[in-house]
């Protein structure tokens, strides 16, 4: 997002939480590369005096505009995020899973994604079934991920029982693809879309879903492909919006509704929004199909495909959008990273998008996806040193997502300040998000639903959590 605040690069970060018509002054933390969570002095709220954009940029915001619903925040569990804190010891272990899932302390994350078979941070390549030819399931087993993905998810679920789970696959198994492999380069990477195939794929996810709930596992909703459009050196398949669409509303769905699950099926995870149409390639075709629509719970997007949410929403104004998977970057977790990141989320939230989901939220020091790429994470566990590592990331979301709960929505916000997010919480307490990525420090002032603050000094290059007391 390209900001109009200030000449320069705007970026730092502030939130605002306040109790809606009642507060008169906001409690502020700040932090910035070198000093982090800094409690500073307070800043009154329910001044009478203007002043002009000479004197300090302005941030107005209507509560009462309510536009989507915020779902939750999260990230996704990998195989190698879990053996990397597995080299921590228990007592550093709990202290960094209560910093992630605890429902009041950190980041709170509380909606998560898994891979349904490996994953591009898995340990190896599987699916969770390669017999060829079982179209019956006989052979489906949970055996891989007993050994590092599930004992990740209930390490989870022990802070935070109301954690939601969302799965999508890298690829299907190797047997139901043209290239009999579970990656690879080339066209012929695909999913074989006749009907026993699409019969057995279906019959793949719903032993996942019921599989895992044996585990004392819910998984809330699945998306049948992690970008369909890749074909890579990792697990990977390619898809198009014809054959998703064929498969949720002529397959996928019909066998959950046999089954009794009530599992959401979401179309995604989409990631490109290129000259084959965007929303007309990939959406459209789950819209006009009558079958598919009925079973059609929502959409999910990431990296290049805000354009093709942007027009889903537009189009489809009630239907549910996900952010599905945050940029990843190439292992520079630091402080600009953070920052990309907060303009990341504005993108997704003008889209449309009713969550955030981190990629990974753990990497050892090497950042090494199974396909070579090094990536960034929130949380870094150095397994030489055993130690655990905040990077800027952990500290950015911490302020959107320890301070926005689900159920909040996004409002209406405008003014000469460029860069900007604000929701309403369910209590009706509202959180503005701002953005100053300049060298240095800038004055600005705060309007929320007719009350004015005083100039506020943002520190250069810093995020910032306004609170406001209720009187």
Request: hydrophobic content about 35%; charged content about 20%.
């Amino acid at each position: 997002m390209k900001s109009t605040a200030v000449s320069g690069f705007l970026s730092a970060c502030v939130s605002l939480v306040c109790a809606s018509h009642a507060a008169d002054s906001l409690q502020w933390t700040c932090s910035t590369e070198g000093s982090r969570w800094l409690d500073k002095a307070p800043v009154s709220l329910g001044g009478t005096e203007v002043f002009s954009d000479a004197q300090a940029l302005r941030v107005l915001v209507n509560t009462s505009t309510k536009l989507q619903q915020i779902d939750g925040w999260g990230g996704c569990f990998n195989e190698r995020g879990w053996k990397a804190i597995m080299e921590l010891s228990p007592s550093d272990r709990k202290t960094l899973m209560d910093e992630l899932f605890h429902p009041t302390e950190g980041l709170r994350l509380g909606l998560c994604r898994t891979p349904i078979g490996a994953g591009d941070y898995a340990v190896e390549l599987y699916s969770l079934n390669e017999t060829a030819g079982d179209h019956a399931m006989e052979k489906f087993s949970l055996e891989q991920d007993r050994k590092w993905l599930i004992p990740y998810i209930k390490a989870a679920q022990s802070i935070r029982p109301d954690l939601k789970l969302w799965g999508s696959p890298w690829s299907p198994p190797s047997w139901m693809k043209h290239n009999g492999s579970l990656h690879g380069p080339g066209p012929e990477n695909r999913i074989k879309d006749d009907a026993q195939t699409l019969d057995a794929l279906a019959l793949y996810f719903a032993r996942y879903v019921e599989e895992y709930k044996k585990e004392g596992i819910e998984i809330s909703m699945v998306m049948p492909q992690n970008e369909p459009n890749m074909t890579t050196n990792y697990t990977s398949c390619l898809w198009t919006g014809e054959q998703l669409s064929k498969f949720i509303g002529h397959h996928l769905g019909p066998v959950f509704e046999k089954r009794g699950l009530s599992t959401e099926i979401h179309l995604g995870t989409i990631n490109d929004d290129d000259d084959r149409g965007g929303y007309a390639y990939w959406v459209e075709p789950s819209i006009q199909d009558p079958q598919t629509r009925k079973h059609l719970d929502g959409l999910g997007c990431q990296w290049d495909s805000a354009p093709t949410m942007e027009e889903t929403h537009l189009l489809h104004p009630d239907m549910k959008l996900m952010q599905t998977e945050a940029e990843c970057g190439n292992h520079e977790n630091n402080w600009g990273f953070a920052e990309y990141q907060f303009g990341l989320a504005m993108k997704w939230f003008h889209a449309g998008a009713g969550s955030n989901m981190i990629w990974n939220i753990v990497l050892d020091e090497t950042g090494l996806s199974t396909g070579g790429w090094a990536q960034c994470s929130p949380v870094v566990v150095d397994t030489k040193k055993r130690e655990i590592i905040r990077t800027p990331y952990f500290h950015l979301y911490q302020h959107f997502s320890h301070f926005i709960e689900p159920g909040a929505h996004l409002v209406a916000s405008t003014g000469a300040w460029g860069d900007k997010l604000a929701f309403v919480n369910p209590n009706g307490g509202a959180v503005i998000v701002l953005a100053n990525r300049s060298d240095q420090e800038h004055p600005l002032t705060i309007n929320i639903d007719g009350k004015r603050s005083g100039i506020v000094k943002i520190p250069a290059r810093s995020f910032n959590t306004f609170v406001a007391a209720s009187k």
